[in-house]
């Protein structure tokens, strides 16, 4: 076969595999337009696309991902170029992060100063406690010496009197010594002799009425070593309520808790029961039934401590309360100590008793003279309430958020913030209304 016939056989059988990759190209072509609901082009038409263009169809559902177009060199440096920090912004961030440094180092210097000022500063108060204390111990020592030398005075004045009486009663024993030899020699002379030493009698010398009054002052005795003991219960009560009162807390009765029958004083820490209701408009956390007030301020951590004045109202209930305590109405839900959320110690019938949770024991050791204030100390973070005698610092009651055998909890520690809280009570008809409450100012022993 000659070249030219060669060539034409290989041009003849390259056209018939393009028209046959043409036709499977349509074919699959068209059956994508069918599913898709889409014209299928021809199948000579897609050819020339292929054959001309060689374009390759993108497939939606394909999974491969497409690459964009290299860049050039040229621009991949300028990009990279620009991404780098300029020297004017490296110098401008160096100058930040040193003042950063600067500002950091002031701070901790200024952190290791307090740290130091605070050892100084707890130095300088242990001193003045000491100072304060020595002060005391000076005017115990003091007072201690003039008490013994009014005694040693005593002694003394005494044993001068006893001393004079003393001084006379020998003088008659020198006298009735004399008399005797006296009279022994005139028994051993002659009759005459001893009429003359019976002559000479000597009267009998009796006891002085005021001799025995010279004694030492013992009622007087008496009387200091009563005073010694109430003051030294009182210095004790002092010292152990000053204690608490590093804890004090600033108290004020919120007056729309008060009960309509409650007049509360200007300053906002006195209570008074009146007769007549209020005319002023109802408000949620107002109790409408029972003569109940609460503090405008809560304890949610720490330790707290207030006083209340009762000695001016003849039944009352003091005590603390959650603020979900209830408002409305007359049921035990409402009043102080006949539910979970409420403690109390109140005097009714001249009898303290302490209340929680419908429950109550009576307060042991009060005195027989009538409380004139009570104490009221909170731990909340450990679940403890105490109630004190403010005056002798006795403790009335305690309490506990854990079980215990009266007063049964179920929780360990206090479950909501706790709000002081006081009410009236009903006297027996021979007694008077109850007539005044007050919080205490503790800014000062």
């Known amino acids: 076969m000659s070249g030219r016939g060669l060539t034409c056989l290989l041009f003849s059988s390259e056209m018939a595999e393009k028209e046959a990759l043409s036709v499977g190209n349509g074919q699959s072509t068209q059956a994508q337009s069918v599913q898709s609901g889409l014209p299928a082009p021809s199948a000579g038409a897609h050819g020339v696309i292929q054959e001309g263009l060689s374009f390759t169809p993108l497939d939606s559902n394909s999974d491969r991902v497409v690459q964009p177009f290299p860049r050039s060199p040229k621009l991949q440096k300028k990009i990279a170029k620009a991404a780098q920090p300029s ?56 007072d201690e010496q003039a008490v013994l030398d009014s005694l040693e005075l005593d002694l003394r004045q005494t044993r001068t009197r006893l001393d004079q009486v003393l001084k006379g009663w020998k003088q008659h024993q020198d006298q009735v010594s004399k008399s005797i ?7 051993s002379k002659s009759p005459e002799a001893d ?20 004694r030492l002052n013992e009622e007087r005795f008496e009387r200091l070593l009563k005073t010694l003991s ?13 204690t608490l009162l590093l804890d004090c807390l600033p108290m004020v009765i919120d007056r729309q808790t008060c009960h309509g029958q409650i007049v509360v004083t200007s300053e906002g820490h006195g209570m008074t029961f009146s007769g007549s209701v209020r ?115 006795f403790v009335l009651q305690r309490f506990s958020a854990a079980v215990t055998s009266v007063f049964d909890r179920a929780h360990h520690q206090f479950t909501e913030p706790l709000y002081p809280a006081m009410r009236f009570l009903r006297p027996p008809e021979s007694q008077t209304w109850p007539n005044h409450l007050q919080l205490c100012h503790l800014n000062t022993p």
């Open 279 to 393: 005319s002023v408009p109802e408000h949620p956390l107002q109790f409408d039934r029972v003569c109940c007030a609460l503090g405008s301020s809560h304890v949610t951590a720490g330790q707290s401590y207030w006083e209340v004045e009762v000695r001016c109202c003849s039944a009352w209930a003091v005590g603390v309360a959650y603020g979900s305590l209830e408002r409305k109405g007359r049921d035990k839900g409402a009043k102080l100590g006949r539910n979970r959320n409420s403690w109390c110690v109140e005097l009714r019938n001249g009898q303290l008793s302490a209340w929680h949770n419908d429950r109550s024991v009576a307060c042991q050791g009060v005195g027989q003279t009538p409380l004139g204030r009570v104490g009221v100390w909170v731990n909340y973070d450990k679940g403890q309430l105490m109630f004190y005698d403010a005056e002798s610092m």
């Open 87 to 142: 020297q004017e912004q490296l110098s401008r961030r160096l100058e930040e992060l040193q003042a950063e440094r600067c500002k950091t180092e002031a701070h901790i210097q200024s952190l290791k100063k307090r740290k130091a000022d605070l050892s100084r500063s707890t130095d300088v108060m242990k001193q003045q406690v000491r100072e304060r204390f020595e002060a005391m111990r000076v005017i115990l020592k003091r």
């Open 230 to 242: 109430s003051i030294s219960k009182s210095l004790k009560a002092q010292l152990q309520r000053k």
């Open 195 to 214: 009429r003359e030493g019976h002559s000479e009698n000597l009267s009998s010398k009796k006891p002085e009425a005021s001799e025995k009054e010279i």
């Open 181 to 187: 030899s006296s009279t022994q020699a005139a028994l």
